[in-house]
């Protein structure tokens, strides 16, 4: 009965329980068990502040509560204490605690996976005491779980009471602590690779990814992909603000996913996707580029994309929507790319060059289908077999057009080669090599043919014969040596060979058919005289070519000197009766002949040739600079092409400056003026390249002076002011680095002097750190005048409440987000002119602290409000000591208050800063105590009626006062006491029912007391009657 009366008599609000709950922090033991040990021995209990810890939460609190009749042994009662850990083990995990020796020294211990038991005093600092009185203050002891590594997962603690055998005592608590599970989300991206370009309407797949686990529904609302703008305009249809949000429709079977259309855009743009969750980044794509092509009427297609062998011609058409204009194609431009080969081109064309549509390469529009223009391409193989090409039509802007990428391939089909057959006069034997060029796989079987077609040069005693050859597979050779050759009177003849080929791969068979044939020449004394005639003819082929063709030309002459001068020992040698079967002197004779017209035409040519090339570059340059085309470039490539001009011609000369040394050095004269007007030139390309580096100069100094008298980047106003100064000066120097590139590119020894330059480009760096320094010194100034380091200023210290202190704190939080977006902003474009904040963070840190700290004292003063009514250890009780239900009553509203109070601050806090939240700990465990301490004192004064009611009467009778009262005046004053009684019972609960009328006191048992003693009463009365 009074313990239903006590569980009924809790005199406060149901929001102030709740409030008073979620403040202390404080839970009951829920993973208790009873235990099965000696009833006769003492009881005491313990209790967990927590049962679950998570984390870098590793402390917990064990507390034993003292039996309010008996005494606790606390030498022969012992704490057992088990640990089990889970994960990747090696036994290294912990529980640590301080264990205390007679004296109170104290002495951290731990205990490993396994059990330990020791004596409860070793846990506790109680001195030279061994027992814990009844009533007195629980004993707490904080146990810190200390995991080995990452990969221990679980540890849990088990408590239990045991006496001097080992034998449970009470109640065992258990807690467990496990490791924070951080979720690990993956952002990926589909039909699009991270790096890949996309044309003009893209779409693609957005993916995200739970790693191990899967995505609910409810949780599409925490994610968003912030899509970052690297350069360019990126357009993305249906976004707002740079941001993805996703909604349930999004997850599907445990992934949220996105169709994402990016919208057509001119510029070429790049982006990046940032996954947030919760507002934090938890994953990020690679640079996605998006590389607009500009719509277009022209279409570009090709007659035969593959062609073999001698075809190497092929036609392009340009088709317009509309009758084509000559105007609107010489706007265009054909890129050419080597996809395949090393050496080919398209008509010269190098390596992935371009040329437009005019003059040589200029298109011819279709007399009928004028919306059609057409030219014929020819591949320039060189030494190259095979050759695939791109062809993409540009735009002026050098812009891909739709529908512009075409193909071609080329290659020779395969076939054998003689190679290198040649007489060898040492040996008298022809050498070569058949050589497969080509994509079948001859097999055994072939022959090679010969003839000497003289019967007075044989091979052994045959004219002619055959010899085997072997199977020479694709790309591979054959080595031929034929002979010794016997020579008879003859001495010169032609030796014709034939492939012969009966068999190919695959077992085709064609019987002898001729392959291949050629001649070669059996070297004799008479072929000098035919090398005369030959080499005259080539001669005077060549003198009407090219430069390089007159060296050839004089490689010629000199071949053809060098066989009369070998004619000649042949003539000698006639002349001393050795039997020669051929009549040299007189075709010696007429090769001198031939010789000397060659020589004069070659003189003349050369002399024709060096005042044409110096004519060529007078056309760029003269020796008075009247024609100076280098001087009136627009820009580098410019100027670079006029140099080249000059360069090229030089460069043709070079061959003829060396080969003319010796016997023609008269020619030095004309190729000294060529190699003048060539230091001319180049002494006017230094200069065109010293004024167009000024130019850039010009620009950088209207940022910025070496003297500072212009220095725009100290006079901006904020941080995006300087990096758009900064950035004024990044074009210029770029332009320099292309000037400087594109010359040492092609001519390393005319590199431009760029010092100055450089010395701007150091000295308006300085500056801007300069700035970004006074901005940062301008935040911390705000800072300071809150908080420094040295704490002479501290308004937070000083604040009155805790609005007042988290206004503080937030001048110190609006200057270190100013200054983030100073740094963000530097570090976004020059992250190697990061600032340094080293100083700032320190003062930041400091208000944090002193913020904490001011927030502890705001408590602490609560907490003394809450200590004047009562103290954990009950040395202050005043609830107790109340003389009424009125008194205990109004001291539990003294708890309530600051407890009201402390809410304020706690949802002050967690309102703005969460991560600050105050450790009101302490405080829910005075709050336990009071509540408590309040139903005591409610039950006590409700049992002083009992127990003055019982002096009256029981209800068994065995104490009946009205039935022993002497008379009706008696009676009436025994029944009156209890009637007293009651209303004082009553009295209790209409003032708790009054302030709190949702509890209410159980007075059924003072209901049977007032019935027993009316009964009592009447049946006194009856008796006085009757007597």
């Known amino acids: 009965m009074l313990k239903k009366v006590i569980n009924k008599c809790v005199s406060i609000s149901l929001g102030t329980l709740l409030a008073l709950m979620i403040l202390s922090n404080v839970t009951s033991c829920k993973a208790c068990k009873t235990g099965n040990g000696n009833n006769n021995s003492s009881f005491p209990k313990l209790d967990l502040d927590k049962n679950d810890l998570q984390g870098n939460e590793r402390v917990v609190e064990l507390i034993i509560n003292s039996d309010p009749k008996k005494a606790i042994d606390l030498v022969a009662n012992s704490l057992q204490v088990k640990l089990v850990v889970m994960g990747n083990t090696s036994g290294n995990s912990t529980l640590e605690y301080d264990s205390y020796d007679d004296l109170g020294n104290v002495t951290t211990a731990a205990i490993k996976g396994g059990e330990e038991t020791h004596p409860l005093k070793y846990f506790y600092n109680v001195g030279t005491e061994t027992i814990l009185e009844p009533g007195a203050s629980p004993l707490t002891k904080k146990f810190t779980f200390k995991p080995e590594n990452e990969t221990i997962t679980m540890m849990r603690a088990i408590f239990q009471i045991v006496n001097s055998v080992g034998v449970p005592i009470g109640e065992s ?22 790096t890949a370009t996309m044309g003009i309407t893209n779409g693609f797949t957005i993916k995200v990814k739970k790693e191990g686990g899967r995505i609910e529904r409810t949780e599409a609302k925490d994610f968003s992909v912030v899509v970052e703008t690297v350069n360019g305009d990126i357009k993305i249809d249906g976004l707002a603000a740079n941001k993805i949000n996703f909604v349930e429709v999004d997850v599907k079977d445990g992934i949220i996913k996105r169709e994402i259309i990016v919208l057509p855009n001119p510029k070429d743009s790049g982006f990046e996707l940032h996954l947030q969750h919760n507002g934090i980044e938890v994953a990020k794509s690679g640079k996605v580029s998006v590389k607009a092509l500009t719509p277009s009427v022209f279409k570009l297609t090709v007659d035969n994309n593959k062609i073999e062998n001698d075809n190497t011609n092929f036609k392009i058409t340009v088709t317009g929507e509309e009758v084509l204009k000559e105007a609107d194609l010489e706007n265009l431009v054909l890129k050419i790319e080597r996809v395949q080969g090393n050496v080919a081109t398209i008509d010269g064309v190098s390596l992935n060059d371009t040329f437009i549509f005019k003059d040589a390469h200029k298109l011819t529009i279709d007399s009928v289908d004028k919306k059609k223009a057409t030219k014929i391409l020819k591949i320039v193989p060189g030494a190259d077999r095979k050759a695939m090409f791109k062809l993409t039509l540009l735009d002026k802007d050098g812009k891909a057009l739709t529908e512009s990428e075409r193909s071609i391939e080329w290659g020779i089909e395969a076939q054998l080669k003689f190679v290198h057959f040649s007489y060898d006069s040492a040996t008298k034997k022809i050498n070569g ?106 001669i005077s082929s060549a003198l009407t070519a090219t430069p390089l063709k007159i060296i050839e030309a004089l490689v010629a ?118 190699d003048e007007l060539g230091i ?183 907490k ?40 304020t601050i706690h949802d002050a806090i967690m309102r703005r800063y969460p991560k600050l939240r105050p450790d009101l700990s302490e405080v829910g465990k005075l709050r336990a105590i009071a509540m408590e301490e309040f139903k005591t004192k409610v039950g006590s004064l409700v049992t002083v009626q009992k127990a003055a009611i019982e002096k009256i009467i029981k209800v068994d009778k065995s104490i009946n006062t009205i039935a022993q009262a002497a008379d009706i005046v008696g009676a009436l004053n025994e029944l009156n006491k209890i009637t007293n009684a009651i209303k004082e019972v009553q009295t209790i609960r209409d003032t708790v029912a009054r302030k709190y009328p949702e509890y209410e006191l159980d007075l059924s048992e003072f209901d049977e007391f007032k019935a027993v003693a009316i009964e009592e009463f009447k049946a006194r009365a009856e008796n006085l009657v009757a007597a």
Not at 178 to 194: F, N, S, T
Not at 682 to 687: G, I, M, N, T
Request: net charge negative; hydrophobic share 45%.
């Open 173 to 194: 608590c258990e807690v467990t602590w496990k490791a924070k599970v951080i979720p690990v989300y993956k952002l990926e991206i589909e039909r699009l690779e991270a």
């Open 433 to 538: 090599i058949i050589k497969n060029t080509g994509k079948i796989d001859f097999l055994g079987g072939n022959v090679l043919e010969w003839d000497t077609q003289s019967a007075d040069i044989k091979i052994g005693a045959d004219q002619s014969g055959r010899t085997n050859v072997p199977a020479i597979p694709k790309g591979s050779e054959h080595v031929v040596s034929l002979g010794p050759f016997v020579f008879a009177e003859q001495v010169y003849s032609k030796v014709r060979l034939k492939l012969i080929w009966n068999k190919l791969e695959n077992g085709f068979v064609e019987e002898n058919n001729v392959m291949i044939s050629e001649d070669v020449n059996l070297i004799a004394i008479s072929n000098k005289i035919e090398i005369v005639t030959k080499k005259s003819a080539e």
């Open 557 to 674: 002459l000199q071949e053809a000197r060098n066989a009369l001068r070998e004619a000649k020992v042949v003539q000698d040698k006639i002349a001393n009766g050795i039997p020669i079967r051929i009549k040299a002197d007189t075709q010696i004779a007429a090769a001198e002949a031939t010789y000397d017209v060659r020589e004069r035409e070659f003189n003349t040519r050369i002399s024709d040739l060096l005042a044409a090339k110096k004519v060529e570059i007078e056309k760029i340059i003269r020796a008075d600079r009247s024609v100076n085309t280098i001087a009136g470039a627009v820009d580098i490539a410019s100027a670079l092409v006029e140099l080249e001009k000059v360069v090229n011609v030089i460069k043709e000369m070079q061959p003829i400056r060396v080969a003319t040394k010796g016997k023609y050095s008269r020619l030095k004269p004309g190729l000294n003026e060529v």
């Open 680 to 862: 001319i030139a180049v002494e006017e390309f230094k200069a065109k390249a010293g004024n167009l580096v000024a130019v850039q100069k010009a620009e950088i100094e209207k940022v910025i002076k070496a003297d500072r008298s212009v220095n725009t980047v100290a006079g901006a106003i904020d941080i995006d002011g300087a990096l758009e100064e900064l950035e004024k000066i990044v074009s210029p120097m770029k332009e320099v680095q292309v000037i400087r590139d594109a010359i040492v590119w092609k001519y390393p020894n005319l590199r431009p002097d760029l010092s100055e330059v450089d010395k701007l480009r150091a000295i308006v760096v300085e500056e801007f750190k300069a700035k970004a320094k006074n901005l940062i010194t301008i935040q911390r100034v705000e800072i300071e005048k809150v908080i420094k380091a040295d704490r002479s200023i501290n308004t937070i210290a000083q604040a009155i409440d805790i609005d007042d202190a988290l206004g503080e704190l937030e001048k110190v939080v609006n200057a270190v987000k100013k200054l983030r977006v100073i740094h963000n902003a530097i570090m976004e474009k020059h992250t190697n002119l990061q600032p340094d904040l080293t100083e700032v963070e320190g003062l930041w840190a400091v208000a944090i602290e002193e913020f904490k700290a001011k927030v502890e004292s705001l408590v602490a003063v609560q």
């Open 864 to 903: 003394a409000e809450i200590e004047k009514v009562i103290k954990a250890d009950r040395r202050v009780n005043t609830i107790i000591g109340a003389v009424d239900i009125d008194d205990a009553l109004d001291e539990l509203v003294k708890i309530v208050n600051p407890i009201e109070e402390l809410r």
